[in-house]
Each structure stands twice: as C-alpha cells, then as structure tokens.
C-alpha cells in the first residue's frame, strides 16, 4: 500500500472516530439537557390552594429550570402517603395531617409553607343568634372530614372560648357543607377562601370563628412536602423545583389576577364560576400568602412547636406501632427553609 493510502486511510479513520465521539457527544448532551420528571400528589381537584404551582407551570418557570411536572390527581390515597412511599417526589399537605403521617415514620419533610395562617374557621349559620362565640357550640353537632385532629382542636378551641368541649361529631367529608346549609349539623370547619365565598355566592351565609382569636396556636394551613430520600438524593432538583413553585405563589400574592387566569387556563372546564377562583384568589394574596416580611414559603420552629406541639401534648397522635406519642420530637426536623430561594422569591 502507498503511503499517500496510508495517510488517507489514517485521516478517515480519525476523521471517523471525531465523528462518532461527536454523535456521542450530542447524544449525552440531550439526555442531559431532558427534562427531569417531579410528581406532585394534590390533595383535592384543582383550586386556588394550589395555584402557584399552576402559574410555575403556565408561565414555564417549570421548564425553564428543566423539570417535567407532572400533576398527579386526587384519589383516595393522601397524598401524605404517596409522597412518604415514593410514588410521587412531591405533594400537596396539611400541618395536622402531616403531624400524624410523620410522627408515624411517613418518610416526608415539608419544604414550603403554601399558607401561613390556618384559613380554616369554625362556622355556623349566620342566623344562629344562640351561637355567638365557639363556647355556644357545647352540645351541639360538628360535621367533620374524619381527620384524626379535628376533634382535639375543635374541642380546644371551645374550651379557650369559655366552653366545657363538648359536643357530638357525625363524619360527613364535603357533605359537612350541605348538611350545616340544611341545618341537619351545627358547625363545621371550611375554607374561607373557597367554601365560605362559595356559601356567600349562594346565599347561604355563615357566620366564622377564628381559633386564634380564642388563644389558640397558629398553623401553616397548607404545606407543600417532599419525600425526604429522595430530598436527600436530589439536592439540585428539589431547589429548582421548590424554588420554581415558591416563585410562582410569589406571583400568586403579587398579582393574584393573574394568578386566577393561570389557575383557569391550566385547567379548562374545571371552574363553573369564574368569580369563585378570582375571589379566593384575591383573598388567600391579601390574608394567607405571605409571612410578616412580604414573603412566601417561610416556616419557623416556633410555629411547628405551636400546632403539632399541640397535637403531640393532646395524647391523640400516634407512632407506627399505634401507641400514644409522649414527648414531643425535634421539630426542627420535620421542615426546611434550604430550597427556598435565598432573599425570597421574585414574580
């Protein structure tokens, strides 16, 4: 062979092997560059609770940071527990629920406070003029959801009230609504952002009780939560997504308008009375969104103390074998402000 071939056979070769290093190269690259899937478990169909996580994905701050959020409905199984087992990264929960999944070892870690006050009130009827304060309700019948905290509290804030605690309690889930409109129960616990609008834009209004008035422990009323392995594992990406969330309920208590439009558009033919999501939405950005400072998604140790503090001393939670919790664990623990956007978030 002539040395002119060799050359030649040489350089395609290099050229060849340049060309595959490349492809490689570029296939890496855009498996790289693939979106990284983050499930989050919503505790209930789509409402304004939930609304800056829908504005994070309307406005592709989601994608932007890289990530494929995929939305996992509501079903029966809490999202407590499906965030605890590992078949989503993400969920949507409450400081009392998650007081009990995690005292019973749910491998869970709230990241973000979605509301900083408790939003939910005791209610009644507005024309119950015998019922002025929660100490009226001894003896009467509370519709409830079947949460394990419900009674420990209501019961609370009766006696804070001047009360002796009292009362009857028929389990009724969303019915709890109805039944109270028809008078069939005395009180029950809504959300004002959405069941009490709702009860106003149908005429049925009611007259609410804030537990803290009485001297009762403030809560975050919605939390978002992780799975703490997978927290642990995936530093990067939990900061991105948190971060991307946090910013997008920043926008929510900035510009609630918007919000409510993104909400709306995120989820087509889910909102039968448009008036419903841009109220609750006005109101969660005036009262719930943001701490002292202006800012979303911040916890504190004295407020977890407070609550679940409450719960643990109420004898009503449980461990994983079923036994009374008695001491109050290292709260400290069960949350962290370390994805959150340093300085705050910006809409």
């Known amino acids: 062979m002539s040395p002119s071939r060799v050359v030649l056979r040489l350089t395609a070769l290099v050229v060849g092997l340049a060309l595959l290093l490349a492809g490689c ?27 800056g996580l829908y504005v994070a994905q309307q406005e592709g701050w989601f994608r932007d940071a890289g990530l494929d959020v995929q939305f996992l409905p509501y079903s029966d199984t809490s999202p407590d527990t499906l965030v605890g087992n590992g078949a989503a990264e993400f969920g949507i929960s409450f400081q009392d629920s998650f007081t ?74 969303t019915s709890a609504y109805e039944a109270l409109y028809a008078g069939q129960v005395d009180f029950t616990e809504p959300f004002v952002a959405w069941e009490g609008i709702e009860a106003q834009m149908r005429n049925e209004p009611l007259k609410t009780f804030k537990y803290t008035d009485y001297g009762f422990p403030d809560a975050y009323n919605v939390l978002l939560i992780g799975n703490s392995t997978w927290l642990k594992d995936h530093p990067h990406q939990a900061a991105k997504f948190v971060q991307a969330a946090q910013r997008g309920y920043q926008l929510a208590a900035d510009d609630p308008a918007r919000a409510a439009k993104d909400l709306q558009d995120a989820n087509p033919g889910a909102f039968t009375e448009p008036e419903l999501v841009t109220r609750s939405q006005d109101m969660l950005a005036q009262d719930y969104l943001k701490d002292a400072a202006g800012k979303v998604g911040t916890q504190t140790l004295d407020r977890w103390q407070g609550f679940s503090g409450f719960l643990i001393d109420s004898g009503a939670v449980t461990d994983a074998s079923g036994k009374p919790v008695t001491t109050r664990p290292d709260f400290s623990t069960w949350f962290t402000n370390d994805y959150l956007a340093p300085g705050g978030a910006t809409s």
């Open 25 to 51: 190269g570029g296939a890496a690259d855009q498996q790289q560059g693939a979106p990284e899937p983050i499930r989050i478990a919503l505790d209930w169909t789509p409402n304004t609770n939930h609304s």
């Open 100 to 173: 009990f999944s995690k005292a019973a070892g749910a491998d869970i870690t709230s990241v973000m406070a979605v509301l900083q006050h408790w939003a939910t009130e005791v209610a009644v009827k507005a024309d119950r003029a015998d019922i002025t304060s929660p100490k009226d309700l001894d003896g009467k019948t509370y519709g409830g959801f079947g949460g394990p905290g419900e009674e420990p509290k209501m019961r609370q804030v009766i006696r804070d009230a001047g009360g002796t605690g009292e009362f009857q309690t028929v389990t009724l889930g």
